[in-house]
């Protein structure tokens, strides 16, 4: 990994989120500025495999930093998890010249990255863009803020109705493995109770906090529930309706509307700087790196230590839960 990089394939990979486009923006025109050739990967790793690679120019990205999705399309390659569906790729990428790569995406597609570079000799550059802010290393993921503030325009038009019918109404926000939209959307909205996959579940201890309330004739609650926890939020519902079957329970299920629309002025901003930077770090021959934000510093982690690692979340979180939501 000596050589200098000259030609730099970009690609997005798994789940799509809002201010994808910016960063494939912000990296193609930086590395045009920096005299380098600059490829379109389509559809991620498979792109790679199918030889589906794209010469892009700066008119390539011109009109898409407040467009949702991502122009290179994205997916989930199985075939890149083969020794021989990596071996295929690499051989496409010789034959563009490409020697560099930016991968947009999460952990998942840290690892196939990190994976490819042990194997050949291609320095490859992460750019943490997920919805679900998962990623330790850095403050900020592309597409989180668009996608939490998606979910607490969506639940504040619930609570109306919600308080209109005295009801109690449970959310289900994306966040299989990460409960931060649930947090941030939760604490945003007022929510009596949240529950996130990283914090156990005490469903009793919020059955009989929902009878207290019925009790003091507090009939509007809301509850903010992440996708991977307790069964969701039709579950939750669920019990709530055995406990209190003369309460009214619904269930609203916000799905992928969080993973889609035009990015916010902040995800379009961080989706700028980290391309810029990742471009800087293969031309400082800084490879093998994730490319992150802390206190408003980059911060580079290396691929293999990135992968390892989880976002946790913050026990002075879940005491401001407990005490606003009292």
């Not at 020794?83 to 051989?91: T, V």
């Not at 802010?133 to 607490?152: H, L, P, S």
């Not at 926890?229 to 916000?254: D, M, S």
């Not at 802390?294 to 989880?310: D, F, G, S, T």
Request: aromatic share 6%; net charge neutral.
């Amino acid at each position: 990994m000596d050589k200098k990089v000259t030609k730099i394939g970009v690609l997005t990979s798994g789940g799509d989120s809002p201010g994808m486009n910016a960063a494939i923006r912000a990296v193609v025109r930086t590395g045009i500025y920096f005299d380098l050739e600059v490829y379109g990967i389509m559809r991620g790793y498979a792109g790679m495999i199918d030889n589906d690679i794209i010469k892009m120019e700066s008119r390539s990205v011109a009109n898409i930093i407040q467009r949702g999705g991502t122009i290179l399309k994205t997916g989930r390659c199985k075939e890149f998890f083969d020794a021989a569906g990596r071996k295929k790729a690499y051989e496409n990428l010789k034959k563009h010249g490409i020697n560099g790569l930016v991968i947009i995406g999460g952990d998942g597609s840290f690892r196939g990255a990190q994976v490819f570079s042990n194997e050949f000799d291609i320095p490859c550059i992460g750019v943490p863009g997920t919805i679900d802010k998962d990623i330790a290393g850095t403050d900020f993921t592309i597409g989180f803020d668009t996608a939490v503030n998606t979910a607490v325009e969506a639940i504040d038009k619930i609570r109306d109705t919600m308080d209109a019918h005295d009801r109690i109404f449970v959310i289900e926000v994306m966040g299989r493995d990460s409960g931060y939209i649930a947090l941030h959307s939760g604490i945003a909205t007022g929510a009596e109770n949240i529950l996130i996959p990283e914090k156990e579940t005490d469903i009793e201890g919020i059955l009989s906090a929902l009878m207290e309330k019925e009790r003091r004739q507090k009939l509007v609650n809301l509850i903010v529930v992440a996708e991977g926890k307790f069964g969701g939020a039709n579950e939750v519902a669920n019990a709530i309706k055995e406990r209190l079957p003369q309460q009214e329970v619904r269930v609203c299920i916000l799905g992928h509307i969080q993973r889609g629309g035009s990015p916010s002025c902040f995800d379009r901003l961080v989706a700028s700087r980290m391309g810029f930077a990742a471009v800087e770090c293969l031309l400082e021959s800084r490879y093998n790196v994730f490319v992150g934000i802390v206190n408003n510093r980059m911060h580079y982690i290396p691929l293999n230590e990135a992968v390892k690692k989880k976002q946790r979340v913050s026990e002075d979180w879940m005491k401001i839960v407990k005490i606003l939501s009292s």
